[in-house]
């Protein structure tokens, strides 16, 4: 837990693989027992945060740089404001998708370079690395189909539905990140398996097609293992 008093949990994954619901799960449970917990979502859970959500979400023709800057200044305003003081006073932190939503996304997605994203995290981040992440792994083809019945509102995945062409270095024509360019959407996913493979120790790499019950189940399990460790 690194020196820390909370514990710091992110949920990640692809569109439709149920992150929220099972970080409110992973919420709920930990209530339950009398925990403090806080539950956040990227980008957003600060003033200047939402506003860059909304942002985001609403401005189509964003060059992919300047998509991956205001990601991170989200993320930077979350650290120093929320997760890092959340945490030196003893509070769960569950964070519906972190630093590695970036990798993920604007590094295997749309193929900025990665060594430049982990100087990016790495100096946003500040040290405050989850202790758990849990990505929920999903094949592209059947995530798109539940983002399509069940996606909307501000939904970071589900909402940008806007025509988009990608730059030459981006890949094919396609979509904002939550859009329908589905070899998109398999390089994000085999990004995700990848950074698991590299650090297995924080990584929980769990069905998404299993039963909600039993993945909450296996989450609230390897919690609790964390919570063992010295």
Known sequence: MSGREGLFVTFEGGEGAGKSTQAQRLRESLEAE?????????????AL??????????????????????????????????????????????CDRFMDSTTAYQGYGRRISRELIATLNDAVVDGCRPD???????????GLSRAEHGAGGDAIEGHWQQGLTFDSQAGAPGRRVGGRDKAFHRRVREGYLQMAKAEPSRWLVLDATLP???IAAKVRARVAELRKAP
């Open 132 to 142: 758990l992440t849990v990505l929920l792994d999903l094949d592209p083809d059947v």
């Open 34 to 46: 009398g925990r403090r917990v806080v539950q956040l979502r990227e980008p957003g859970g600060t």
């Open 49 to 94: 945060g939402e506003e860059l959500r909304k942002l985001l979400l609403n401005s189509p023709s964003l060059a992919v740089k300047t998509e991956l800057l205001l990601f991170l200044a989200a993320r930077s305003e979350l650290v120093q404001k929320v997760i890092k003081p959340a945490l030196a006073g003893g509070i769960y932190v569950i």
């Open 212 to 214: 909600a019950d039993e």
